[in-house]
């Protein structure tokens, strides 16, 4: 594939080169392309996205795909929280307005597959008609394969764009007190205590504090104590003897290293902290990244670190979250809303999403890929993070559909922590109050 296609400010090369370069989104090569792009030349589709970096991305090179296939895209990005009540309403009603729909898996997933509102698209997949053959299941982190499939296994989705839960570290700081970085938990706890001055208001740690944004803290800390929120069973494991080590590690994190205020924080603020040098270590999904480095924002340019989730006592986990693209299961036009969110996918778009700092694409190659490597503006050390992510990635919240309750419910108990109240106590009130939650809307 020419390198043009991987550098945005050459973009004139794909004006004089439409055909070459249409091919090349969908990773086809032009000489021995299966893919019929114009098989479904004439069609409409409506597309519904999430406004965000990737929905822009999508939105900025959607003429390529239009010249491309000769397919018409009517695209709409409106905000998350209506672009999730729009969905429900019009996917509920069997006749929704659109024939693609972008989700968040984190929080959509489970709502989706009960509804049974997404085209089971595992045959398209297969079908050397539709799909190039670069695109397989095993370039997919194992994360985005466990989104995009239903629990009978059923691919329902792409994954499109993932973000991975690193820690962004202080060199200069660790430095300063012969540390090196962490590599288990309970290094992490040492350098964060070790780093941690209040006379000179340095802290070693700094992570979301805030109720609801701070559940994904715990959870991921869980991780490293091999545990889930909820067991294979559908049941509850929030009041385990592991769920509650992971609790009392987040208190002692967000008490004895953490700056006063933390309580209130979530990634904005913890982002603002780390920007001006006095943080040790800030644990938060990678797409927060592109400030750290902007010298007009942040005073640890060139000073930070970026390392995968150290090993706690049982496992070593990168929290994932992300979002997908799927067809509705609806659309007259299943095919040619194929192609679109393959597109969406491609290795080539995939590349100008990483090198926009916009997100990560789930693909693995992609990230591998030295030419698209040496366009990213962010450090390779970042790169290297994300692909060491990718290879021991869990999901990071339950797949549920109450899972805005659930971070709620249990935010309430971990701000609580902060604030001197016992872990287990606690995990055992939220549970409670959230189990009959969870078994109404699974009834």
């Not at 944004?213 to 991921?220: E, H, I, K, R, S």
Request: aromatic letters at 8%; one cysteine or more; charged letters at 20%.
């Amino acid at each position: 594939m020419p390198s043009s296609f991987l550098n945005p400010t050459r973009r004139g090369f794909l004006a004089g080169s439409a055909a070459i370069g249409a091919a090349g989104l969908l990773g086809v090569r032009p000489a021995a392309a299966a893919v019929d792009l114009k098989r479904y030349a004439g069609t409409t589709l409506e597309v519904n996205l999430i406004k965000s970096p990737r929905s822009e991305t999508i939105l900025k090179y959607l003429s390529e795909f239009e010249a491309m296939t000769g397919i018409k895209v009517n695209a709409e990005a409106t905000p998350e929280q209506q672009q999730r009540q729009k969905t429900t309403i019009e996917l509920s009603s069997g006749k929704p307005s659109f024939d693609v729909v972008h989700l968040s898996y984190h929080v959509q997933k489970r709502q989706f597959e009960k509804g049974g509102w997404l085209a089971d698209i595992s045959g398209y997949l297969k079908d050397p008609s539709l799909t190039d053959p670069s695109l397989t299941e095993s370039d997919f982190a194992e994360a985005g394969l466990q989104f995009a499939k239903d629990s009978n296994g059923v691919l329902r989705s792409l994954p499109f764009s993932v973000d991975y839960w690193i820690i962004y570290w202080n060199k200069q700081l660790f430095e300063k007190k012969g540390l090196s970085y962490p590599t288990t938990f309970d290094e992490m706890v040492h350098a964060a205590e070790a780093l941690t001055d209040p006379s000179t208001n340095t802290y070693g740690f700094v992570a979301r504090g805030l109720k609801n944004a701070n559940t994904p803290v715990w959870t991921t800390l869980m991780l490293g104590y091999g545990m889930t929120p909820l067991g294979p069973d559908g049941k509850l494991r929030t009041t385990s003897d592991e769920a509650v080590e992971a609790a009392k590690l987040y208190q002692r994190l967000m008490t004895k290293a953490a700056p006063p205020g933390v309580s209130g924080f979530n990634w904005a603020e913890s982002q603002s902290a780390f920007l001006q040098g006095k943080i040790g270590m800030w644990l938060d999904g990678v797409g927060f990244a592109p400030p750290i480095e902007n010298p007009e924002k942040s005073r640890v340019v060139g000073q930070t670190g970026y390392g995968i989730m150290p090993k706690g006592p049982k496992a070593q986990a990168a929290a994932t979250t992300g979002d997908g693209i799927g067809v509705t299961a609806a659309s007259k036009n299943k095919e040619a809303a194929y192609l679109f969110c393959q597109w969406v996918i491609s290795h080539d778009m995939g590349a100008r999403l990483l090198q926009a700092g916009a997100g990560v694409p789930f693909r693995q190659s992609i990230l591998e890929d030295t030419k698209v490597r040496q366009g990213v503006t962010m450090p390779g050390a970042w790169l290297d993070a994300v692909v060491g992510s990718g290879k021991v990635s869990q999901l990071a919240l339950p797949v549920i559909i109450p899972v805005t309750e659930f971070r709620d419910i249990y935010g309430v108990g971990l701000t609580n922590m902060i604030g001197g109240a016992d872990p287990a106590n606690e995990l055992k009130t939220a549970t409670a109050q959230f189990e009959p939650v969870l078994a109404r809307s699974e009834g």
